[in-house]
């Protein structure tokens, strides 16, 4: 088992290797490129460092991000854990009709 985990952090680490470090100057990144942030493979878009699947870190399900909860949703659209964008009805409460009847009207 020991062995399998050698192996494992090895091509972890020589991946590592491949991957420049991000850096600080905006002008000097490249779009689409893997950097290395934070001891974290990030990926540059133009405007934000990305996970390594694309996503904003704290959004992203693979990397369990902050906004992503135990039920692999959104915290706050998740019935289980009683988010707090949802309504008494269940329903984003920007969306409600019946807790804003001025929807009705659009």
């Known amino acids: 088992m020991n062995n399998i985990l050698t192996q494992i952090d090895e091509k972890h680490q020589e991946r590592l290797d491949n991957i420049t470090l991000l850096p600080k100057n905006y002008n000097e990144r490249v779009y689409g490129y893997p950097y290395i942030y934070k001891n974290e493979v990030r990926i540059w878009d133009g405007q934000a460092l990305k996970c390594e699947h694309g996503k904003t870190k704290r959004d992203c399900k693979e990397c369990k991000g902050s906004n992503v909860c135990q039920h692999n949703k959104r915290k706050t659209l998740c019935k289980e ?26």
């Open 81 to 106: 854990c009683c988010g707090g964008n949802l309504c008494k009805h269940d329903l984003q409460r920007s969306c409600c009709k019946k807790c804003n009847p001025k929807l009705n009207d659009i």
